[in-house]
């Protein structure tokens, strides 16, 4: 008899059935495609939802950018810090909102795991940034999404994922052992159908799928090894909570790929907590 | 030896001990460049928040006791079912218990 608490290919189809990304993001990503679109026209899409605009604004002018007191209008945020990257806060606006009505389950609080997910988000660009990455697209948000299938789980299956974690406590394993043994099935592999669903790009598609192990079928991706280590180290420094209660090991491999000077956390560290603290209240009070 | 700063900590005469980049990693002041109060006026107007200067006292420029050190190293212990295998992951276990340990005076 099999020992897993849920069928793996109802799962998979619930997966299916999940909403779609609210319609400024797809009609975001059409005006994104034409290249002959112009700053004022995203900016026209953007300025249309107030809330989130004024949320963009707000990050655009944070300690993540640089550019501080700044950026006045969208189409200055725009130009700063361009229309990827624009394109990239406005995805993770709507996916944190998307799962504001995730509620919690005993110890499994979102609220936690999306101050972890933030954590990871910050010390990937970061490490991108002092790993000499010029074009830094995607680091910020692969990092912000790479445990959505965490969330998806709980959203669909509280009850067995408060297992799953309890599990995990009592054998000392990784969730996502505990998940291929209880479910059959990890939150990698369901964040990433979910990425497929939303047309998300396959940089972050990747990070969500292989950032436990570092590696896609051990081959080295910049972008992946960097959201593998930031997760580590989002989990040491006790960023949020990501519902794991082991430090997972490191892909020694990815350390020598990586290449960060000498002391590298001795001398970033602080700067990396106080980030974290001023992005913490811009992304997560939706309200404001 | 260096040293993280804030910015508003900063006085003349302190020497860079890191680069100060902008958002293209394209350099701003170099390391070696000595703070002078023009400089420190330019990196407020650049939002610069911290600093990396050369300086004889710890990395950590907060002294925690050794006995909260301890609880810090133990509470990370027991989460850590490895150990460091090179200077880097000995240097973030290290900044990972500095971490732990500011909380306990926040």
């Known amino acids: 008899m099999s020992s897993r608490l849920v069928n793996s290919n109802e799962l998979i189809n619930k997966v299916r059935e999940f909403p779609t990304l609210p319609t400024i993001y797809s009609s975001l990503m059409d005006l994104m495609q034409n290249p002959r679109t112009t700053s004022i026209e995203l900016a026209h899409l953007l300025t249309q939802d107030q809330a989130s605009s004024a949320k963009l604004l707000k990050i655009a002018n944070s300690a993540i950018y640089g550019l501080q007191g700044r950026i006045n209008t969208v189409s200055q945020a725009i130009l700063y810090i361009g229309f990827d990257e624009v394109k990239n806060i406005v995805t993770a606006l709507t996916i944190i909102k998307l799962f504001n009505t995730v509620h919690s389950r005993n110890e499994i609080n979102p609220v936690d795991l999306w101050k972890h997910s933030i954590g990871v988000g910050i010390i990937t660009r970061q490490i991108g940034k002092s790993s000499g990455v010029r074009n830094l697209e995607n680091y910020f948000l692969s990092g912000i999404l790479h445990d959505l299938g965490k969330l998806v789980f709980l959203k669909m299956i509280p009850t067995e994922y408060s297992q799953v974690m309890e599990y995990s406590i009592n054998n000392k394993v990784t969730i996502r052992e505990a998940e291929t043994k209880l479910l059959g099935i990890t939150h990698t592999v369901i964040g990433e159908m979910l990425t497929e669903k939303w047309r998300l790009p396959n940089s972050i598609k990747n990070a969500i799928r292989y950032h436990t192990t570092g590696m896609i079928d051990n081959t080295f991706d910049h972008l992946v090894g960097t959201v593998h280590i930031a997760n580590i180290v989002a989990n040491m420094y006790g960023m949020g909570y990501s519902w794991e209660n082991i430090v997972p090991e490191p892909n020694v491999e990815i350390w020598d790929k990586l290449n960060l000077p000498d002391k590298y956390f001795t001398n970033n560290y602080k700067y990396i907590t106080m980030e974290f603290d001023e992005s913490l209240s811009l992304l997560l009070n939706l309200r404001q | ?106």
């Open chain 2, 1 to 106: 030896m260096r040293k993280m700063i804030k910015l508003e900590d900063a006085v003349e005469g302190m020497v860079l001990a890191e680069p100060i980049l902008n958002n293209f990693n394209q350099t701003l002041l170099a390391v070696g460049v000595t703070l002078d109060l023009e400089k420190i006026k330019i990196l407020r107007t650049w939002n610069i928040k911290l600093l990396s200067i050369k300086s004889e006292d710890s990395d950590y420029d907060l002294e925690f006791s050794p006995e909260i050190l301890a609880i810090c190293q133990n509470m990370l212990e027991r989460r850590m079912l490895w150990n460091p295998r090179n200077e880097i992951e000995f240097d973030l276990i290290q900044s990972a218990i500095y971490v732990s340990a500011t909380e306990f005076y926040e």
